[in-house]
């Protein structure tokens, strides 16, 4: 996608969809191969007098913590993922993953998302969510 496009997509989504305002603190969680969409995503919250609080993954060390991973590594809920929840006003969750296979190797009882306390970060209080699928940016407008 082109960067105007990018652009203009990130400030539908700041200013219309999460309605962002001067002071908002707004975690951005996806994955990193979406940098360039991060970029335009930080300049439209920058803009808007925002403070973007970015995250990007990478699915790789997703797979790998969720196949290694033990039943306690992978529920506990620390001091700093509690607070990725609580303190963001508004969150964006860009979901465009460049190799949708990057689980195959991931037992299916283990799967569940990216790693299972991560719903704890999407019901933040007050947060809002807004979700930018993977059509949207591989569309080729």
């Not at 290694?68 to 990725?84: C, F, I, K, Y």
């Not at 209080?125 to 407008?141: F, N, Q």
Request: net charge negative.
């Amino acid at each position: 996608m082109s960067a105007a496009r990018l652009e203009a997509l990130a400030s539908i989504l700041c200013r219309y969809s999460l309605e962002v305002q001067p002071g908002d603190v707004v975690r951005v969680h996806g994955p990193a191969s979406e940098a360039p969409f991060f970029v335009a995503v930080t300049r439209e919250l920058t803009r808007l007098g925002a403070h973007p609080m970015l995250r990007p993954t990478l699915p790789s060390v997703e797979a790998a913590i969720l196949s290694m991973g033990s039943d306690e590594q992978l529920t506990t809920v620390t001091e700093l993922d509690r607070l990725e929840s609580e303190v963001p006003d508004k969150t964006l969750t860009i979901w465009a993953d460049a190799n949708t296979r990057y689980l195959s190797a991931v037992a299916p009882d283990r799967q569940g998302g990216e790693i299972p306390r991560s719903p704890l970060l999407l019901v933040g209080v007050g947060a809002l969510t807004a979700i930018v699928v993977e059509a949207v940016l591989a569309t080729p407008w």
